[in-house]
């Protein structure tokens, strides 16, 4: 029987034992006491982890597309103005979104591998025409990486919401919620937080939720309306139960023991380590010969890196060959330039050795590939850089 190889993509990533006991758990009741500390622990720990002390988390069975579902549905009102900033497919994605919420939606969008034109945002704001505005901190289909601080920055200026899809980056990039004036930053259980695919993970300011509550409109979706789920997240944080919809207790039980590694390692101690993966990661790309698809240092994200392949390689070839030396390995994602470039998660657990694992295993892809190269070069790098 082939062995198993170990998951280098951008979510669901490589869980922690612990993480996958808890989801093995005997049946517990939602309403068990219990249960109720777990939860109220994992919505107390989620403010640390996103650095709000003032804001209000919510945890929702779903993936990360029914956080931006929650975002849309509760924050848009027909004929809102909405400004997009597209650094990928997720931006894309949240076009469609919001459309269907009846927002009137202007997308800045970002030619493959750039960041946000700052400049263009400041004068689209400026007309006065809008009431929120959205970019995604890392964009798992570019791997580019945008400044949240700016997007704070410039919605507090314009008096509109900033709203941070934080699914690529949440617990792997920094990000301070609070401080950076972010009014609702959401992710999925299955990236950087290091839970299997399956919760929805958000955190809202009081200022979004002020807009919530004077909305003059019903939130047209069910299961997503705030007014159901509000009282049950506030109840659990008091220590007590309350039912709207069946929580996913078993995914909530892992939830708390991976909010609990990540507070015992230290967010400082974590995002370092994931700027060290995501640099050693590009450096050994580079010393292989290939291009990375972020044009600029900077921007490029430190959970995940995005590589063109070089010429003449091919997708399939090289994926299985990565595959058969023990690593499964991401292909393209952005529709324009899904079959030229490949992706590699490095977030959560993820230490220098499995980076070392997938660095040495994309040798051999490329080898299969028929790449010239030295053999050990982009190991030699990726040690070289990590370890400095
Ligand atoms: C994965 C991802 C999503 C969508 O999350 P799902 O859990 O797949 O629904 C949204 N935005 C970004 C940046 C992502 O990486």
Same mark, same amino acid.
């Given at each position: 029987?082939?062995k198993?190889?170990?998951?280098?993509?951008p979510?669901?990533?490589?869980?922690?034992?612990?993480?996958? &006991?808890?989801?093995?758990?005997?049946?517990?009741?939602? #309403?068990?006491?219990?249960?109720?500390?777990?939860?109220?622990?994992?919505?107390?720990?989620?403010?640390?982890?996103?650095?709000?002390?003032?804001? &209000?988390?919510?945890?929702?069975?779903?993936?990360?597309?029914?956080?931006?579902?929650a975002?849309?549905?509760?924050?848009?009102?027909?004929?809102?103005?909405?400004? #997009?900033?597209?650094?990928?497919?997720?931006g894309?994605?949240?076009?469609? %979104?919001?459309?269907?919420?009846?927002?009137?939606?202007?997308? #800045?969008?970002?030619?493959i591998?750039?960041?946000?034109?700052?400049?263009?945002?400041?004068?689209?704001l400026?007309?006065?025409?809008?009431? %929120?505005?959205?970019?995604?901190?890392?964009?798992?289909?570019?791997?580019?990486?945008v400044?949240?601080?700016?997007?704070?920055?410039?919605?507090?200026?314009?008096?509109?919401?900033?709203?941070?899809?934080?699914?690529?980056?949440?617990?792997?990039?920094?990000?301070?919620?609070?401080?950076?004036?972010?009014?609702?930053?959401?992710?999925?259980?299955?990236?950087?937080?290091?839970?299997?695919?399956?919760?929805?993970?958000?955190?809202?300011?009081?200022?979004?939720l002020?807009?919530?509550?004077?909305?003059?409109?019903?939130?047209?979706?069910?299961?997503?309306?705030?007014?159901?789920?509000?009282?049950?997240?506030?109840?659990?944080?008091?220590g007590?139960?309350?039912?709207?919809?069946?929580?996913?207790v078993?995914?909530?039980?892992?939830?708390?023991?991976?909010?609990?590694?990540?507070?015992?390692e230290?967010?400082?101690?974590?995002?370092?380590?994931?700027?060290?993966?995501?640099?050693?990661?590009?450096?050994?790309?580079?010393?292989?010969?290939?291009?990375? #698809?972020?044009?600029?240092?900077?921007?490029?994200?430190?959970?995940?890196?995005?590589?063109?392949?070089?010429?003449?390689?091919?997708?399939?070839?090289?994926?299985?060959?990565?595959?058969? !030396?023990?690593?499964?390995?991401?292909?393209?994602?952005?529709?324009?330039?899904?079959?030229?470039?490949?992706?590699?998660?490095?977030m959560?657990?993820?230490?220098?050795?499995?980076?070392?694992a997938?660095?040495?295993?994309?040798?051999?892809?490329?080898?299969?590939?028929?790449?010239?190269?030295?053999?050990?070069?982009? %190991?030699? !790098?990726?040690?070289?850089?990590?370890?400095?």
């Amino acid at each position: 029987m082939a062995k198993r190889a170990w998951v280098m993509v951008p979510g669901p990533i490589e869980f922690e034992v612990e993480v996958l &006991q808890a989801l093995g758990a005997p049946t517990a009741s939602h #309403v068990d006491p219990d249960f109720v500390d777990v939860f109220g622990e994992a919505l107390a720990l989620m403010r640390t982890v996103w650095r709000a002390p003032e804001g &209000q988390p919510f945890v929702l069975a779903g993936s990360g597309t029914l956080a931006m579902e929650a975002v849309g549905a509760n924050l848009i009102e027909p004929g809102d103005g909405v400004l #997009v900033l597209s650094t990928g497919v997720f931006g894309d994605r949240f076009e469609d %979104l919001f459309s269907r919420y009846g927002a009137r939606v202007t997308v #800045v969008r970002s030619e493959i591998g750039y960041g946000v034109d700052w400049e263009k945002v400041e004068q689209e704001l400026s007309t006065g025409d809008y009431r %929120l505005v959205t970019a995604t901190h890392v964009d798992t289909s570019t791997a580019v990486r945008v400044d949240p601080r700016r997007l704070g920055d410039v919605a507090r200026r314009h008096d509109v919401l900033a709203v941070l899809d934080g699914v690529c980056s949440v617990a792997g990039e920094r990000i301070d919620q609070d401080e950076w004036g972010l009014d609702a930053v959401f992710t999925a259980s299955q990236k950087a937080i290091g839970v299997p695919p399956g919760l929805a993970l958000f955190v809202v300011s009081p200022r979004a939720l002020n807009r919530f509550l004077s909305r003059r409109t019903k939130v047209p979706n069910y299961y997503c309306d705030w007014a159901q789920w509000l009282p049950i997240m506030q109840a659990y944080q008091q220590g007590k139960a309350a039912y709207f919809a069946t929580p996913a207790v078993n995914h909530i039980k892992a939830l708390r023991i991976a909010l609990r590694r990540i507070q015992d390692e230290g967010l400082d101690a974590r995002f370092e380590r994931h700027r060290r993966l995501g640099e050693a990661c590009r450096s050994a790309l580079t010393a292989l010969g290939l291009a990375i #698809v972020p044009e600029n240092e900077g921007e490029a994200a430190n959970t995940l890196s995005a590589a063109w392949y070089p010429h003449g390689a091919d997708a399939g070839t090289f994926l299985a060959a990565v595959r058969e !030396a023990g690593v499964v390995l991401a292909g393209g994602l952005h529709p324009k330039i899904a079959p030229k470039y490949f992706r590699v998660g490095h977030m959560g657990a993820t230490g220098p050795g499995e980076l070392l694992a997938t660095i040495g295993a994309i040798e051999r892809g490329l080898c299969a590939c028929g790449v010239g190269f030295e053999p050990g070069v982009g %190991l030699r !790098a990726a040690q070289r850089v990590y370890w400095s």
